[in-house]
């Protein structure tokens, strides 16, 4: 049984940094690729950031310069550190795999998590 498990939110500053964990098992790790979305009250689940099998990386223009994703291959684990919060950053985070490549659409995912809330203060 795959579980996909998010871990590192909470309540921060604007301007304050986090750094979120998603712990995947039961999968074969390196054969996915691995992301974050994005999810706000009323608004559709967006894409953050997306790492391939091979550590190539993408992210959403809104994040760029500030959040760096990362994935241990050897923990099953992936990272997202999240720098220079703004309040527009304040949504539930959730990890999700792919097979083989990253894709913007949140319907191509075969696994998620249950996601973390991540709160950004003025």
């Known amino acids: 049984q795959v579980q996909v498990v998010e871990s590192g939110g909470g309540l921060v500053q604007a301007g304050g940094s986090l750094r979120l964990s998603c712990t995947a098992s039961?999968?074969?790790?390196?054969?996915?690729?691995m992301a974050w979305f994005h999810q706000a009250p009323g608004k559709e689940r967006e894409g953050v950031s997306c790492?391939?099998?091979?550590?190539?990386?993408v992210y959403a223009d809104s994040v760029k310069g500030r959040f760096t994703i990362s994935r241990d291959n050897a923990k099953n684990t992936l990272y997202l550190q999240m720098n220079s919060l703004k309040p527009e950053d304040t949504a539930m985070y959730f990890c999700?795999?792919?097979?083989?490549?990253?894709?913007?659409?949140?319907?191509?995912?075969?696994?998620w998590g249950q996601g973390t809330q991540v709160t950004v203060s003025t």
């Open positions: 039961g999968l074969t790790f390196d054969d996915y690729a």
């Open positions: 999700a795999a792919v097979r083989f490549f990253c894709s913007r659409t949140p319907r191509d995912y075969n696994y």
């Open positions: 790492i391939g099998r091979g550590g190539r990386f």
